[in-house]
């Protein structure tokens, strides 16, 4: 059994001889060849030339033609912000208050024009050197996000106030996800993934009364085109892991923040497959060989090998030493050298003695600490941060921000010791406050504003 039929296997929760193993290889196809960011998810070309030298080097049995969850915005008009070693970000959101544009405002969405002729050649080129042994994903990005990227953070706030307008914005990027799943079907892809981050920021009720219908709308156009669909969330969507499991996609797969048991079980309950979760950051960017190692096995013994997928949580960053990726891949094909690794490597403990906090009790400045992947290329991360810069504007607040990247020694260093133990997450003063949901901007300026007027009640003169 080759790797496409492992994949397409394991994700209609069939048993397989091993899990086939899928690195989510985006802009870190940049890297392995050499070429930015900004260069290698604008050109066709390039893309299948990185894929090409991931699948020699990692020996995967799928890959993402491109993970790049901007796309569908830039095509209806969100201006992107281009970077060398991450995906672009959106930084305008044409139907806010700012832009009030309408959705008959918006540009046509045509998958014959912007970055999708490329995304097509890289997709005609692939299959052609690769399609028989790999399994190709095609991802579009889910229509909760995509609603975040034309409207904004004011979404969160017309949840409560102005449901029908979230509803109708819905619909609109359900039928976009159509039109992009059809692309991608239409072009050869054999998986189409949704893949939703924002989902992890919004209630169970929420999910129900707005994702669910239209992801399902998705995912049945999907099947009703006899292809293969799964719905992906980064981020800590532990609220949500049912919700996610009762929709009508083929396969869930989570990050890093979810249990593989957990997942495991309710995915077996709903007769769904399931994919995860290798640790993003502190393993594969991070750590060492054998870090990788270890989690590799920790996944591939918590999966089993029944409608198991081994992945990381989320888009490779542009840096993971490829060294790390191969001793992955290792263990994957390599049951001697798991079986060996598991009886000789234990697991390393980090000491981040030398990470102090802020002195937050006697600062007569309020201190807001915001622990993320990466703004700059993590959606639901992007729109925390966001939310916490536009809830200052307007208050007569003495605050400073800090973003704490958990790409870096220093970022996890500062998740540890605030607490933190879900990504993104607000912290007040030291005390975490909104952790892995964004709050209106109402709630955010009212708990800035506490924080502030404690202040001036206890911090004493200098």
């Given amino acids: 059994m080759n790797g496409k039929e492992l994949v397409l296997n394991a994700i209609q929760n069939e048993a397989t001889p091993r899990a086939p193993w899928v690195p989510f290889v985006g802009c870190h196809g940049g890297k392995l060849i050499g070429k930015p960011a900004d260069r290698y998810l604008q050109s066709g070309q390039l893309l299948a030339?990185?894929?090409?030298?991931?699948?020699?080097?990692?020996?995967?049995?799928?890959?993402?033609?491109?993970?790049?969850?901007?796309?569908?915005?830039?095509?209806?008009?969100?201006?992107?912000?281009?970077?060398?070693?991450?995906?672009?970000?959106?930084?305008?959101?044409?139907?806010?208050?700012?832009?009030?544009?309408?959705?008959a405002n918006l540009n046509h969405f045509d998958t014959n024009l912007g970055r999708y002729p490329e995304i097509a050649m890289a997709l005609k080129m692939i299959k052609k050197d690769l399609g028989n042994d790999i399994a190709i994903y095609g991802l579009i990005c889910g229509p909760f996000t995509l609603a975040l990227h034309l409207r904004g953070n004011e979404i969160f706030l017309d949840m409560f106030d102005h449901p029908e307008k979230v509803t109708n914005l819905l619909s609109f990027c359900t039928e976009i996800g159509r039109k992009a799943s059809d692309f991608y079907i239409e072009n050869g892809a054999d998986i189409v993934a949704v893949v939703d981050p924002m989902t992890s920021q919004i209630s169970p009720t929420h999910f129900h009364q707005f994702v669910s219908p239209a992801v399902n709308s998705i995912f049945n156009h999907i099947r009703e085109k006899k292809s293969l669909s799964s719905l992906f969330v980064c981020g800590n969507v532990d609220r949500n892991l049912e919700c996610m499991c009762e929709t009508s996609c083929d396969n869930v797969s989570v990050d890093e923040q979810i249990s593989i048991p957990k997942l495991k079980t309710l995915a077996e309950k709903h007769g769904k497959s399931f994919g995860g979760n290798l640790k993003l950051t502190v393993t594969l960017l991070m750590g060492d060989e054998n870090d990788c190692r270890l989690d590799a096995i920790r996944n591939l013994d918590e999966g089993g090998r029944k409608g198991f997928i081994l992945s990381p949580g989320c888009d490779l960053p542009y840096y993971v030493p490829e060294k790390n990726l191969q001793a992955v891949a290792e263990m994957v094909h390599d049951e001697y050298q798991r079986e060996f690794r598991r009886k000789t490597l234990s697991v390393k403990t980090q000491n981040f003695d030398h990470i102090s906090l802020p002195d937050y009790q006697n600062s007569d400045t309020v201190i807001i600490d915001v622990v993320t992947l990466d703004s700059t290329s993590c959606a639901p991360c992007q729109y925390m941060v966001e939310a916490v810069y536009k809830a200052l504007d307007g208050l007569n607040v003495n605050a400073i921000i800090h973003e704490h990247k958990i790409k870096t020694e220093n970022g996890v260093g500062m998740m540890i010791k605030l607490g933190v133990t879900g990504i993104p997450t607000i912290c007040i003063d030291g005390e975490v406050k909104f952790s892995s949901i964004i709050p209106d901007q109402p709630t955010l300026k009212a708990a800035i504003q506490n924080a502030a007027d404690l202040k001036k009640r206890t911090t004493p003169r200098k």
Avoid: M
């Fill in 49 to 103: 030339s990185g894929l090409k030298k991931a699948f020699n080097l990692y020996q995967p049995d799928g890959l993402p033609i491109i993970f790049d969850l901007q796309i569908e915005a830039e095509a209806l008009g969100c201006a992107l912000h281009w970077a060398e070693d991450t995906p672009p970000a959106v930084i305008s959101h044409p139907l806010d208050s700012q832009n009030r544009k309408t959705l």
